[in-house]
């Protein structure tokens, strides 16, 4: 029986890779415990095309590949009709696909380099010499020429026929796609080495991957190594040399080439075992990305549980995605798949979980606290509420649930959020897609944080509702005394003491107003300002209630962000 090859989870990193690879073998090909993975070498057996089928499969659409291959089916459709439909807009858009699709791609130096693996007796060359635009001069008219054209476009057709196949054939998916997906998705993870090294002389990807990263274990395991001298950097094996180092991660902070000078003392400690450095190459595997950015939770409870949060906000995303809202949808696959796993066990009581991301080729770090996950957690109804509302800035257009959830992130009050939504508001800016009431439960989201952490504890919502109310009261004494037009004054001075926390200022307009409007100032006010967060908090309330639009408490579901 072969020996059981064992890998253990420990930070974000090998746990991206941990990842990684579990979605490249498939989960019921180990054994999992706790934190640990066990498989034998067998499971080593042509890894590296599991390695890019999984990404094949996962990224497929995304793919100029499909772009290439999707155009069959326009070309059917007008056969089978002996183009009868065939107009001057079809032929533009034939153009366009042979310009910069066709062209376009199967002209680039990474894609030609694997023209001869997939079919070393295709000359993909001479289709592409042979395949034209067909373009009208200006004296032509369309159904004076449509006959010649459409003679054209036959032959056109014929080059792509030949063209598409080629593409389309399985080994033209297997290389075109991998070379897509080494300089789209890969290369976010890892660069510099294998296939990813510019001078390779390795011209199949599949065989540099295995060269790599494949072969070197199955020499390692054959190795005597009881009188190895150093140990992984990662899992602490014994290793024979430091020639495997962690430099071909990105931005990792290991590379021993260039960052000599930051680590001195500590770059030679950092070479790993063959094994770990296969489950690194993973690490691109264990992140999902959209748009370019990639999104990783490092769950350290145990490997079972941190493959499946990150498989539910991989399926979340591509749901969200279906739907089309995009700003929102790696926050909210974010939000949901952890709320779900705190809803399904509540083990959140016991740890923070670390949320790792990678935008603009730098990876930044969040501790998503037991907290702030109750919070959202017990926001959900508000969160779901605010997904399509936002307003614009400039050219930006703000979204109020990214807004929300990035503030609580990186643990950060709402204040500043909600003086903003508040005096837009008031002075009619162009562009808001929100309401007062999606205000109102931001302020009650914020009233939590606060709570969290214990900066108010002497206030409590219903208060606050009831100073809600005290707005809506005052804004009514007004109306009823025949001086609205007094009111944006008042707002807008009350709102530039909350801004600059003027207690007293505040204080002072509010005493004058409830004085012309001969009415007591309610007790809640006279009593309640120990802190700033609480003069804020009670402040915005208030203001809530005044510039309150009475009757839209609900979300504003149809409002959706442009
Ligand atoms: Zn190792």
């Known amino acids: 029986m072969q020996t059981e ?28 415990d706790g934190q640990t993975i066990y498989f034998t070498a067998d499971l080593l057996e042509d890894f590296e095309t599991k390695y890019f089928n999984f990404f094949i499969k996962e990224y497929k659409e995304t793919l100029s590949w499909s772009k290439i291959v999707s155009y069959k089916d326009t ?71 449509k006959a010649d054209i459409i003679e054209k476009v036959k032959q056109n057709y014929t080059q792509l026929d030949a063209i598409i196949d080629f593409c389309a054939s399985d080994k033209g998916l297997q290389y075109l796609a991998a070379k897509n997906l080494i300089y789209s998705v890969i290369n976010k993870g890892w660069s510099g080495i294998s ?23 199955i020499e390692y395991l054959d190795t005597d190594l009881s009188k190895a001298k150093y ?64 999104m990783f939770i490092n769950d350290s409870y145990g490997v079972d549980e941190l493959h499946r949060v990150n498989e539910r906000m991989r399926n979340s995303i591509l749901r969200f995605n279906k739907d089309g809202i995009n700003s929102t949808n790696t926050y909210r696959a974010l939000v ?16 923070d979980i670390q949320l790792v991301r990678y935008e603009n080729e730098h990876y930044r770090f969040n501790l998503l606290s037991k907290k702030m996950l109750d919070i959202v957690n017990d926001s959900r109804g508000i969160l779901k509420s605010l997904i399509r509302c936002g307003y614009k800035e400039g050219n930006l257009n703000i979204n109020l649930y990214k807004e929300v959830i990035q503030h609580l992130m990186n643990n950060e009050n709402l204040f500043t959020l909600i003086h903003k939504l508040i005096y837009y508001k008031q002075t009619n800016v162009n ?25 108010m504890t002497n206030i409590s919502q219903k208060q606050l509702w009831f100073v809600q109310n005290c707005g809506a009261e005052f804004k009514e004494g007004y109306v009823t005394k025949k001086s609205e ?78």
């Open 485 to 562: 037009n007094k009111i944006s004054g008042i707002t807008y001075k009350l709102l530039n003491s909350l801004k600059v926390n003027d207690k007293d200022g505040f204080m002072d307009t509010l005493l004058n107003s409830y004085s012309y409007l001969a009415k007591p100032i309610p007790n809640v006010f006279m009593n309640v300002f120990t802190n700033d967060e609480a003069f804020k908090s009670v402040g915005y309330a208030f203001m809530l209630g005044v510039g309150g639009e009475k009757t839209k408490k609900e979300d504003g579901g149809n409002t959706d962000e442009k």
């Open 336 to 351: 949901e798949s952890i709320t779900m796993e705190h809803e399904n066990n509540r083990r959140y009581e016991l740890a």
């Open 231 to 294: 140990n992984c950097f990662s899992c602490n094996q014994p290793i024979k040399n430091l020639k495997l180092d962690l430099s071909f991660m990105n931005e990792v902070g290991f590379d021993t080439a260039r960052k000599t000078a930051h680590v001195w003392d500590f770059n030679n400690d950092v070479a790993t075992c063959p094994i770990c450095r296969l489950i690194y190459s993973c690490v691109p595997a264990g992140f999902t990305y959209v748009y370019g950015e990639g």
């Open 431 to 455: 562009g808001l897609y929100y309401n007062m009431g999606h205000v109102s439960g931001i302020l009650d989201i914020n009233t939590k944080f606060l709570k969290e952490m214990e900066v």
């Open 5 to 32: 090859i064992e890998v253990r989870a420990d930070d974000w990193l090998i746990n991206a890779g941990l990842v990684g690879f579990l979605n490249i073998v498939g989960k019921e090909n180990v054994r999992i």
């Open 195 to 217: 296939f990813l090294l510019k001078q390779t002389k390795i011209m199949d990807p599949y065989l540099d991957y295995k060269t790599s990263f494949v072969d070197p274990i």
């Open 75 to 145: 070309m059917e459709r007008f056969r089978a009709e002996d183009f009868a439909s065939f107009d001057e807009e079809a032929l533009d858009n034939l153009n366009k696909y042979v310009k910069d699709v066709v062209k376009f791609y199967l002209k680039k130096a990474n894609y030609i380099k694997v023209f001869s693996l997939i079919d070393s007796k295709a000359d993909v060359n001479k289709w592409l010499e042979n395949l034209n635009t067909i373009n009208l001069t200006k004296k032509q008219k369309w159904e004076d020429v």
